[in-house]
C-alpha cells in the first residue's frame, strides 16, 4: 500500500515538473514583459538569456515577439543566433518536399512586406501587388525571387498545391521575419475544409501566399478583364495578409469586410474592398507592432 501510494507521489510529482517545463517559457516571458525595460532590466535580461538556453521554437518565438514589442536592438543578434543554430536541429522534409536541400535561413528583421515570386509572375501583377498593397497596409514592399523550390509540395487530384506546406516551408527558410511575406504563385491551392483557396494565411505565422492563376478571369474561358483581375488579386492578397496582422485563421463574420470569407470568384467580385470598423483597428495594431518594432524610433508605451 505504502508503496503505491509513494508511486502515485512520484508520478504526481513528475507531473508537475512537467507541466511547470512546459509552462516555464510562457512564464519567464511574462516576467519579461512585466521587468522588461522597466525597473527590473537585471531580471529581464536574465529570463531572456534563459529562453535563449532553452533555445526551442516556442522560446525563439516569444523572443521574437518581445522583438516587435519593444524594438530592443539587442535582442536581434541574440534571435538570428538562435534561429541558425535552431534551423540545424528542424527535422527536414523528405526529399520530394524539398528539391532544393536544406537552405540556410535566410533572416529579414524590419517593416516591410516581402513579396516572393515563385516562378515567373507578369510584371503587371508585380507591379499591382507592390502599388495596391503599399498603399493599402502603408508597408514598404520588397521582391524577390522565392529562395525554395515549391515544385516538391504533395498535390491533390485537382493537381493544386498544398497551401499549408508551401507556407511552413518558405516559413523556414525566411525565419525571425518581424514583417510579413506574401508568396506569390502560379500555382492552384488547396486547403482542408476550403471550398477554394485563392490565398491563406495560417497559424500565427507572418507568411502568407496568393495564387494568381485562381484569380485570372480568362482561366475558365471569360474574357479578358484586367480591371477584375487587378481587384481580385489587391483584396485576395489583403484578405490573406489581414490573416496575419490579426493573427488569427477566423474570416471576419461582416460581409462588409474585406476579411468575409469566400468560396467563389463570384464571392470575391463582390467582396467589400475595406476593413470593417472591427478588423480595421486590429490590422492598424498589427501593422504598428510591425514598423515599431522595426526601428528605433517607437512610440512611448
Ligand atoms: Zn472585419
Same mark, same amino acid.
Given at each position: 500500500?505504502?508503496?503505491?501510494?509513494?508511486? &502515485?507521489?512520484?508520478?504526481?510529482? %513528475?507531473?508537475?515538473? &512537467?507541466?511547470?517545463?512546459?509552462?516555464?517559457?510562457?512564464?519567464? =516571458?511574462?516576467?519579461?514583459?512585466?521587468?522588461?525595460?522597466?525597473?527590473?532590466?537585471?531580471?529581464?535580461?536574465?529570463?531572456?538569456?534563459?529562453?535563449?538556453?532553452?533555445?526551442?521554437?516556442?522560446?525563439?518565438?516569444?523572443?521574437? #515577439?518581445?522583438?516587435?514589442?519593444?524594438?530592443? #536592438?539587442?535582442?536581434?543578434?541574440?534571435?538570428?543566433?538562435?534561429?541558425?543554430?535552431?534551423?540545424?536541429?528542424?527535422?527536414?522534409?523528405?526529399?520530394?518536399?524539398?528539391?532544393?536541400?536544406?537552405?540556410?535561413?535566410?533572416? !529579414? %528583421?524590419?517593416?516591410? =512586406?516581402?513579396?516572393?515570386?515563385?516562378?515567373?509572375?507578369?510584371?503587371?501583377?508585380?507591379?499591382? =501587388?507592390?502599388?495596391?498593397?503599399?498603399?493599402? %497596409?502603408?508597408?514598404?514592399?520588397?521582391?524577390?525571387?522565392?529562395?525554395?523550390?515549391? @515544385?516538391? &509540395?504533395?498535390?491533390?487530384?485537382?493537381?493544386? *498545391?498544398?497551401?499549408?506546406?508551401?507556407?511552413?516551408?518558405?516559413?523556414?527558410?525566411?525565419?525571425?521575419?518581424?514583417?510579413?511575406?506574401?508568396?506569390?504563385?502560379?500555382?492552384?491551392?488547396? *486547403?482542408?475544409?476550403?471550398?477554394?483557396?485563392?490565398?491563406?494565411?495560417?497559424?500565427?505565422?507572418?507568411?502568407?501566399?496568393?495564387?494568381?492563376? @485562381?484569380?485570372?478571369?480568362?482561366?475558365?474561358?471569360?474574357?479578358?478583364?484586367?480591371?477584375?483581375?487587378?481587384?481580385?488579386?489587391?483584396?485576395?492578397?489583403?484578405?490573406?495578409?489581414?490573416?496575419?496582422? =490579426?493573427?488569427?485563421? %477566423?474570416?471576419?463574420?461582416?460581409?462588409?469586410?474585406?476579411?468575409?470569407?469566400?468560396?467563389?470568384?463570384? #464571392?470575391?467580385?463582390?467582396?467589400?474592398?475595406?476593413?470593417? !470598423?472591427?478588423?480595421?483597428?486590429?490590422?492598424?495594431?498589427?501593422?504598428?507592432?510591425?514598423?515599431?518594432? *522595426?526601428?528605433?524610433?517607437?512610440?512611448?508605451?
Amino acid at each position: 500500500m505504502r508503496t503505491s501510494r509513494h508511486g &502515485l507521489i512520484t508520478i504526481g510529482a %513528475l507531473l508537475a515538473v &512537467l507541466v511547470a517545463l512546459l509552462a516555464y517559457p510562457e512564464w519567464l =516571458l511574462k516576467n519579461l514583459r512585466r521587468d522588461a525595460y522597466g525597473a527590473n532590466s537585471n531580471r529581464a535580461q536574465g529570463a531572456v538569456i534563459e529562453l535563449a538556453q532553452i533555445g526551442d521554437e516556442a522560446s525563439i518565438r516569444t523572443l521574437c #515577439e518581445l522583438f516587435e514589442e519593444t524594438g530592443d #536592438e539587442t535582442l536581434r543578434e541574440l534571435i538570428r543566433t538562435l534561429l541558425l543554430h535552431h534551423s540545424r536541429m528542424l527535422p527536414t522534409y523528405p526529399p520530394a518536399h524539398a528539391p532544393g536541400g536544406p537552405v540556410e535561413p535566410v533572416l !529579414r %528583421l524590419g517593416g516591410r =512586406l516581402l513579396l516572393l515570386l515563385d516562378g515567373d509572375i507578369p510584371e503587371r501583377v508585380q507591379e499591382q =501587388l507592390l502599388v495596391a498593397l503599399s498603399k493599402r %497596409l502603408g508597408l514598404p514592399c520588397v521582391v524577390e525571387p522565392c529562395p525554395v523550390s515549391l @515544385a516538391g &509540395l504533395p498535390k491533390n487530384d485537382l493537381g493544386a *498545391a498544398d497551401a499549408e506546406m508551401m507556407i511552413n516551408l518558405v516559413a523556414r527558410h525566411v525565419v525571425g521575419e518581424v514583417g510579413r511575406v506574401l508568396i506569390v504563385t502560379r500555382r492552384e491551392l488547396w *486547403a482542408t475544409g476550403r471550398p477554394w483557396t485563392p490565398g491563406m494565411a495560417h497559424g500565427f505565422g507572418a507568411t502568407a501566399v496568393l495564387s494568381i492563376g @485562381a484569380l485570372d478571369p480568362t482561366r475558365d474561358g471569360g474574357p479578358e478583364d484586367w480591371e477584375r483581375y487587378a481587384r481580385r488579386l489587391e483584396n485576395v492578397a489583403v484578405q490573406a495578409l489581414g490573416h496575419t496582422l =490579426l493573427r488569427t485563421d %477566423l474570416d471576419c463574420p461582416r460581409a462588409e469586410c474585406v476579411m468575409h470569407r469566400v468560396a467563389s470568384p463570384a #464571392e470575391l467580385d463582390a467582396l467589400a474592398a475595406d476593413f470593417c !470598423r472591427i478588423c480595421g483597428p486590429l490590422v492598424r495594431d498589427g501593422i504598428r507592432r510591425i514598423t515599431y518594432g *522595426a526601428t528605433a524610433e517607437r512610440a512611448p508605451h
